[in-house]
């Protein structure tokens, strides 16, 4: 089983990635983001509920993300493979990710890591908050708080995979062809 985890910052670029190397490499694609926000549209109790933390930019509490992540796991039992993408964000959510695989009797391949700096971070989400329509992409102060919670919450989480030998750093600026072809060698020679 391939299980390969896109990490980076706010704006990286892991959706972008993520669609591409789903379609290359056949696995199922689970962004804790794009679900939360499927749970928004529906007006569901859980989406009520992130939407309160995401509208702020802080993160949905490690109880629920958990828990949804998991049932989401568990809906794709002939699997080949998965991204997870925006998954984990806290050292509590590599641990869960890590027992879930290991009751499974698999474990997670690769963390690539798409590496942009502040400046260009900012400028991007502003970008997409053009015409996402995400509310979180359209006020700087969110968005600085985001990057805030990943310096302070998220980045820490390298250190797990990289204890683990896992970690690989991607240079994320460029074009999308050209970190696709990147992240394509890293997993090629993972596999
Ligand atoms: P981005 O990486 O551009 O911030 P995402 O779609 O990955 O976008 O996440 C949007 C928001 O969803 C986050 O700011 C956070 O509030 C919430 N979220 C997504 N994934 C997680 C997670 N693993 N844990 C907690 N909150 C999350």
Do not use: W
Request: net charge negative.
């Amino acid at each position: 089983m391939l299980n390969i985890l896109l990490f980076g910052p706010p704006g990286a670029g892991k959706g972008t990635q993520s669609e591409k190397l789903i379609a290359r490499y056949n696995l199922v694609h689970l962004s804790t983001g794009d679900i939360f926000r499927a749970n928004i549209k529906g007006a569901t109790e859980l989406g009520i509920l992130a939407k309160s933390y995401m509208d702020k930019g802080q993160l949905v509490p490690d109880e629920v993300t958990i828990r949804m992540l998991e049932s989401e796991v568990n809906k794709n039992p002939n699997a080949k493979g998965f991204i997870f993408d925006g998954f984990p964000r806290t050292q509590a959510q590599a641990e869960a990710l890590d027992n879930l695989l290991k009751s499974k009797s698999v474990s997670i391949t690769l963390m690539l890591a798409l590496e942009v700096e502040e400046e260009e971070l900012r400028k991007r989400l502003l970008l997409r908050g053009k015409d996402s329509g995400r509310p979180d992409d359209q006020n700087p102060d969110v968005i600085q708080k985001r990057i805030d919670v990943y310096n302070n919450e998220t980045s820490p989480v390298k250190h797990f995979y990289t204890s683990q030998g896992k970690y690989k750093g991607i240079n994320g600026i460029g074009e999308i062809e050209e970190i696709f072809n990147l992240l394509c060698v890293e997993i090629d020679s993972a596999k």
